[in-house]
């Protein structure tokens, strides 16, 4: 069965950084898009930041922009999203999320379980 494993979430105070990991299982994914998600309390699940399949592409929603940096290691196979300054507004359970080509095209085909992300104030 392939997966997605989220790693890296956890508790910080404002202004604080986490780095949030993503290593798939079962198969790889290094030739395909990939990118991140996240679903707050109580709101529906929202974009955050995608890479394309070598990593010389990447776009981030506003909120995260300046704030927030996707890479990949093809090598380790494995996806990261660096996040720095962090709000309160920013707590919420992290998806990481494949793509089905190797350009990001908001399709997703396969979800990670999710790691939760608490910034207290």
């Known amino acids: 069965q392939v997966q997605l494993v989220e790693s890296g979430g956890g508790l910080v105070q404002a202004g604080g950084s986490l780095r949030l990991s993503c290593a798939p299982s079962g198969r790889t994914f290094s030739t395909h898009a990939m990118g991140w998600f996240r679903r707050a309390p109580g709101k529906e699940r929202e974009f955050v930041a995608a890479?394309?399949?070598?990593?010389?592409?990447?776009g981030y929603a506003d909120s995260v922009k300046g704030r927030f940096t996707i890479s990949r290691d093809i090598t380790k196979n494995t996806l990261y999203l660096q996040m720095n300054s962090l709000k309160p507004e920013d707590t919420a359970v992290y998806y990481c999320?494949?793509?089905?080509?190797?350009?990001?095209?908001?399709?997703?085909?396969?979800w990670g379980q999710g790691t939760q992300v608490t910034v207290s104030s």
């Open positions: 890479i394309n399949w070598n990593g010389a592409s990447t």
């Open positions: 999320a494949a793509g089905p080509n190797a350009a990001w095209n908001s399709l997703v085909i396969t």
